[in-house]
């Protein structure tokens, strides 16, 4: 990686989200770390419930007040703590200089106005154009994400389109302003495997394009694997491993990553494909104990497991060799002693 591109864009620092509820305080990210650099198309992984879209809303600080309340830790944009930045700061950050694609485009998209306005009020504000200007840029932007015959469909709504369709204006808004990252919350979700492809193919040749970072949050792990530079593995709030994405394929080291991989059925495996699932359901996030939140669904789980929570540590016999690769993962179990398949047996 050259040195322009090992600048750091993002850099997450022990960031906390909590919703105070009736239950009591759920602890949707506790302690979260990680980087994102200059060009780097990072992936966040785990089940439903593990605080994935609530970390990437932390980021552009929209989460509900009340319930929720990013409780502590930093979040670094282009050496700019945004939880020290005042709500107008925010406002010429959002959709400008970090942009976002939601995961549900049926809602995110407005159903009274046409696709070509939605697309030009963010073109108006942050890049001064006129109305004119906008509407022309506005069809540039859908036919870079593949809409046909842009320059005509900019005037329809978004009922007609279909839903790979709207998921891709959604993408042209999100890169109307030539955005430094990119965050992708579910982009294919309730897609079928071909849109998917396409949409993700989508990010990965306009990230090469506009040399923009992206973290793509996702349940597909095939996606990851093919697009991903870095996989962020999260589990109850918090980061269980983190490395390379061909390291991460070939080496898990954590049993919950283990258990994720081991849930997809692979066509090189010589073995019947059955289905495999992590045993247990995820913890409840509003009563955590007080050791590893994966322990009880873990077959290796120690006493030493249930009694401290685990530190993201380099993997490996030799650190030095460990921290170059920069596979970490936080776990007591002893990483050359984990078995890819057995854990499922």
């Given at each position: 990686?050259?040195?322009?591109?090992?600048?750091?864009?993002l850099?997450?620092?022990g960031?906390?989200?909590?919703?105070?509820?009736?239950?009591?305080?759920v602890?949707?990210?506790?302690?979260?770390?990680?980087?994102?650099r200059n060009?780097e198309?990072?992936?966040?992984?785990?089940?439903?419930?593990?605080g994935?879209?609530?970390?990437?809303m932390?980021?552009?600080?929209?989460?509900?007040?009340?319930?929720?309340?990013?409780a502590?830790?930093?979040?670094?944009f282009?050496?700019e703590d945004?939880?020290?930045?005042?709500e107008?700061?925010m406002?010429?950050i959002?959709?400008n200089?970090?942009?976002?694609?939601?995961?549900?485009?049926?809602?995110?998209l407005n159903?009274?106005?046409?696709?070509g306005?939605?697309?030009?009020?963010?073109?108006?504000l942050h890049?001064g154009?006129d109305?004119?200007?906008?509407?022309?840029?506005?069809?540039?932007?859908?036919?870079?994400?593949?809409?046909?015959?842009p320059?005509?469909?900019?005037?329809?709504?978004?009922?007609?389109?279909?839903?790979?369709?709207?998921?891709?204006?959604?993408?042209?808004?999100?890169?109307?302003?030539?955005p430094e990252?990119?965050?992708?919350?579910?982009?294919?979700?309730?897609?079928?495997?071909t849109?998917?492809?396409?949409?993700?193919e989508?990010?990965?040749?306009?990230r090469?394009e506009f040399?923009?970072a992206?973290?793509v949050i996702?349940?597909?792990l095939g996606?990851?694997?093919?697009?991903?530079?870095?996989?962020?593995?999260m589990?109850?709030?918090?980061?269980?491993?983190?490395?390379?994405?061909?390291?991460i394929?070939?080496?898990?080291?954590?049993?919950?990553t283990?258990?994720?991989?081991?849930?997809?059925p692979?066509?090189?495996?010589h073995?019947k494909?059955?289905?495999?699932?992590?045993?247990g359901?995820?913890p409840?996030?509003a009563?955590?104990?007080?050791?590893?939140?994966?322990a009880?669904?873990?077959?290796?789980?120690?006493?030493?497991?249930?009694?401290?929570?685990?530190?993201?540590e380099?993997?490996a016999t030799?650190?030095?060799a460990?921290e170059?690769?920069?596979?970490e993962?936080?776990?007591?179990y002893?990483?050359a002693?984990?078995?890819?398949?057995?854990m499922?047996?």
């Open positions: 990686m050259s040195e322009q591109n090992d600048h750091v864009v850099d997450v620092k960031l906390q989200t909590y919703f105070y509820t009736d239950d009591g305080v602890k949707a990210v506790d302690g979260l770390s990680y980087q994102v060009g198309f990072v992936g966040l992984v785990g089940e439903s419930g593990c994935k879209s609530v970390s990437a932390s980021v552009l600080r929209l989460i509900p007040y009340p319930p929720g309340v990013i502590g830790g930093q979040i670094v282009k050496g945004l939880l020290q930045a005042s107008e700061r406002r010429e959002r959709g200089r970090i942009a976002m694609v939601f995961q549900e485009p049926t809602t995110s159903p009274v106005l046409t696709v306005r939605q697309i030009s009020e963010s073109l108006e890049r154009l109305k004119n200007e906008a509407r022309d840029e506005s069809a540039r932007l859908l036919d870079l994400v593949g809409i046909p015959d320059s005509k469909r900019v005037t329809d709504y978004p009922y007609q389109f279909s839903g790979g369709m709207q998921q891709r204006i959604m993408i042209a808004m999100a890169l109307s302003c030539d990252l990119l965050i992708a919350d579910e982009p294919t979700t309730s897609l079928d495997v849109v998917q492809a396409q949409l993700l989508i990010i990965a040749k306009l090469d040399q923009m992206v973290v996702t349940h597909n996606l990851v694997a093919r697009y991903v530079d870095r996989v962020n593995v589990y109850a709030g918090k980061l269980v491993e983190s490395g390379p994405t061909e390291t394929f070939a080496e898990p080291k954590h049993p919950y283990v258990g994720l991989l081991a849930s997809v692979r066509l090189d495996s073995h494909v059955v289905p495999r699932v992590i045993p359901l995820p409840n996030l009563h955590l104990s007080q050791g590893c939140s994966f009880p669904r873990c077959a290796y789980a120690m006493d030493e497991c249930r009694a401290s929570a685990p530190q993201l380099p993997v030799t650190g030095a460990a170059a690769s920069g596979h993962r936080a776990c007591f002893d990483a002693k984990l078995e890819k398949v057995d499922l047996d």
